[in-house]
T-cell receptor, first 111, second 115 residues
Framework: TQLLEQSPQFLSIQEGENLTVYCNSSSVFSSLQWYRQEPGEGPVLLVTVVTGGEVKKLKRLTFQFGDARKDSSLHITAAQPGDTGLYLCAGARNTGNQFYFGTGTSLTVIP | GAGVSQSPRYKVAKRGQDVALRCDPISGHVSLFWYQQALGQGPEFLTYFQNEAQLDKSGLPSDRFFAERPEGSVSTLKIQRTQQEDSAVYLC?????????????FGEGSRLTVL
């Protein structure tokens, strides 16, 4: 069961455009991570956020953890073809050892 | 190797056959996870090991699925009497620590196709 819903599921944009991916849940998470996965590879960690309301920036990527720690967003500025991939959020809960992954957002940036 | 290694990368099985998927985690990593991923979807949790102890197997879809990590390093995911719905990519991930919020390092996955 995937506790985290991502939207949109698919996104195709032109190079240079901005975009936002959302990760929502009704559950509270102690931390939340964002991963990017390319075809034929495993996901690779982009960022971890642990504090409600936290904002982290990684070059053109901005990540935000909701105040209630139930949701997160990823904003990409001036997207480039190299940003193409499957973006996944993953949350850890206070109980258990699981990282729950979101449903995924497939991004295609057209040159 | 420096990363998580999975084998085989590709496996084709006839319905009813047993398969075994291997994961070599990063040396010294305490935590090991198995996930099942359908095309274009997010990975779904199968099971978690802390060293050799299987602490959570709540995600295993049926009793045909079995995982072990007997010496706290290499892990094997076994699927008995495979069914077509078992077709997916099986991802293994390891993490240095035993607590949450650590980075998961993934292998490239084993793609299973059941005919």
């Amino acid at each position: 069961t995937q506790l985290l819903e991502q939207s949109p599921q698919f996104l195709s944009i032109q190079e240079g455009e901005n975009l936002t991916v959302y990760c929502n849940s009704s559950s509270v998470f102690s931390s939340l991570q964002w991963y990017r996965q390319e075809p034929g590879e495993g996901p690779v960690l982009l960022v971890t956020v642990v504090t409600g309301g936290e904002v982290k920036k990684l070059k053109r990527l901005t990540f935000q953890f909701g105040d209630a720690r139930k949701d997160s967003s990823l904003h990409i500025t001036a997207a480039q073809p190299g940003d193409t991939g499957l973006y996944l959020c993953a949350g850890a809960r206070n109980t258990g050892n699981q990282f729950y992954f979101g449903t995924g957002t497939s991004l295609t940036v057209i040159p | 190797g420096a990363g998580v290694s999975q084998s085989p990368r590709y496996k084709v099985a006839k319905r009813g056959q047993d398969v075994a998927l291997r994961c070599d985690p990063i040396s010294g990593h305490v935590s090991l996870f198995w996930y099942q991923q359908a095309l274009g979807q997010g990975p779904e949790f199968l099971t978690y090991f802390q060293n050799e102890a299987q602490l959570d197997k709540s995600g295993l879809p049926s009793d045909r699925f079995f995982a072990e990590r007997p010496e706290g390093s290499v892990s094997t995911l076994k699927i008995q009497r495979t069914q077509q719905e078992d077709s997916a990519v099986y991802l293994c991930a390891s993490s240095l620590w035993a607590y949450q919020a650590g980075e998961l390092f993934f292998g490239e996955g084993s793609r299973l196709t059941v005919l």
